[in-house]
């Protein structure tokens, strides 16, 4: 085939995707791999969110198949991210509108650094990792409480059946939760916890067990591994709500609808940002709805007029 029709063949079945990875290891430069990561993806035309921190490397990446998976087996051959944990998903060609590569004190804002310590094999002190089949035995031997590890308000489209919400509007206010007592009756108990793909839980675990939680499991590979494994029709309901343009995922074409609209009650996935441009809460609103009027949070509503730009 000539040089310009295998070009052309190409660009023809071009298959745009999204990369979702991590990996906890100490990182003695995050500043010089922040530097090789951004110019890494620009090279690559690729858009998303990276973050780096002396702990490792946390983000998610979107791009056509070909330049993410060389973007992946470029980054997998420095030794330190050789075990980079990486889940795929299908994505629309314009799932993030610019890319970030930044450092930080965390890859994961629980607000605590000084509190994670990680070596070469991960992080240290954390909860027992279990995969999709695992978690299903350990389901029908023993009676198991899941904890969702996620922001309370992703939990309203969809979460594991029976699940423990905690009321956390931000990763940063588990620290306060976890200390406030209010789950200390569960430290005997065996608990899963669960997040999208599985960094949140990472932290959050070794946090639990620092503090006494004695049986903490977490879901290896998050929401999204189980949703590979078992879609709809296993313990997880709903949709998936997902930090890009896309909103949110579903497993199958059977996927309960859990949430419900905040103006007019009617049941949707959708989500969308309080019509307020100062505020930055999430709503449950459907797309009628979400077109011909404001959407307010609570406090908002109570007022009844968005606060100018």
């Not at 590569?101 to 954390?126: M, S, T, W, Y």
């Not at 509007?169 to 976890?178: G, S």
């Not at 209010?182 to 999208?196: G, I, N, Q």
């Not at 903490?216 to 890009?244: A, C, I, P």
């Amino acid at each position: 085939m000539p040089w310009e029709a295998r070009a052309d063949y190409t660009r023809s079945v071009a298959v745009p995707k999204i990369l979702l990875f991590y990996v906890f290891t100490p990182l003695a430069d995050p500043e010089a791999l922040r530097l090789w990561q951004r110019d890494l993806c620009t090279s690559l035309g690729l858009r998303g969110r990276i973050l780096l921190s002396p702990h490792g490397i946390n983000g998610t990446l979107g791009g056509e198949l070909a330049d993410v998976k060389r973007w992946l087996r470029t980054t997998r051959e420095y030794a330190p991210f050789r075990d980079l944990d990486a889940k795929w998903s299908d994505g629309t060609g314009d799932d993030f509108p610019r890319l970030s590569v930044k450092v930080r004190d965390e890859i994961v804002a629980f607000g605590a650094p000084g509190e994670l310590r990680v070596d070469e094999d991960g992080v240290v002190g954390g909860g027992e990792k279990i995969g999709p089949d695992e978690l299903h035995e350990l389901v029908a031997r023993e009676e198991v409480t899941f904890l969702d590890g996620r922001n309370e308000f992703e939990s309203r489209i969809g979460r594991f059946r029976g699940a423990v919400v905690p009321d956390v509007a931000t990763t940063r206010e588990f620290v306060a939760e976890l200390d406030s007592g209010r789950w200390d009756h569960l430290k005997e108990t065996p608990v899963v916890t669960y997040c999208t793909g599985g960094v949140r839980c990472e932290v959050l675990t070794s946090l639990m067990t620092a503090r006494g939680f004695e049986r903490v499991y977490q879901l290896d590979g998050g929401v999204v591994r189980y949703g590979e494994r078992f879609g709809d029709d296993g313990l997880w309901d709903g949709s998936l709500y997902v930090f890009d343009r896309r909103g949110s995922v579903e497993f199958s074409d059977h996927a309960a609808v859990l949430g419900r609209c905040v103006d007019c009650g009617e049941p949707t996935s959708r989500m969308q940002n309080c019509s307020d441009p100062q505020c930055r809460e999430q709503l449950v609103v459907c797309a009628p709805c979400g077109g011909q009027s404001a959407v307010l949070c609570e406090p908002h509503r109570a007022s009844g007029v968005p606060s100018p730009a």
